[in-house]
């Protein structure tokens, strides 16, 4: 469920060792928003995010892009107008 993000009016701040990265753990995507690796899961399994999996993998993958537009679904649902970025 969404409720179990925390929420704010501004974006989800990335940590500075993550901003480089071109693709993110599900251990990332529990960092950036606090969350536990079952909500991360259930994300998945209603669609709510997409990933990354080799065929045959048990690695998930986020890339940027999965992670901003989850982000802006996130704040849409919530409500919550974006903060922007300088």
């Known amino acids: 469920m969404l409720s179990e993000a925390k929420l704010t009016s501004e ?10 990265k071109k693709y993110y753990t599900d251990d990332d995507l ?9 909500t ?3 994300w998945r399994e209603d669609g709510l ?4 999996r080799a065929p045959g993998a048990t690695t998930i993958r986020y890339s940027r ?11 849409q649902r919530a409500g919550i107008k974006k903060a922007r970025r300088k």
């Open 40 to 42: 991360t899961a259930r």
């Open 11 to 20: 974006e989800t701040p990335i940590p500075a060792p993550l901003r480089e």
């Open 65 to 75: 892009k999965q992670i901003a537009d989850f982000e802006e679904r996130l704040t």
């Open 49 to 52: 995010i997409e990933y990354l």
């Open 30 to 38: 529990c960092e950036m928003f606090e969350v536990s690796k079952r």
